[in-house]
C-alpha cells in the first residue's frame, strides 16, 4: 500500500471501530511496529490527515480528529 492508501485505510478503520491502536495499524497495513508508530505520529502531527490520538504512552489510541480535539483559535 502506499501511504495514501494507508490513510485511507486508516479512516476506514476508524469509521468502523472510533479508535485505532498500533497494532491494529500494523495489521491493517502490514508494517512493522517501528514503521506503523513512526507513520502515525507523523499522520497525528499533520492537521489536514484528520486523525489525532488521546491518552499517553502504551495507552495511546489514535482517532479521527474533531473539533474538540483541535479547537479553533479565537
Known sequence: YSKEERLKLAHQYLEEHG???VADYMELTGL????????LKEFRQDAS????FVGR???QVY???SEENFPSEQ
Request: aromatic share 0%; no cysteine.
Open 57 to 59: 504512552g502504551s495507552a
Open 32 to 39: 512493522s511496529r517501528t514503521k506503523a508508530t513512526l507513520e
Open 49 to 52: 490527515s484528520g486523525i489525532s
Open 19 to 21: 479508535a485505532m491502536r
Open 63 to 65: 482517532v479521527k480528529a
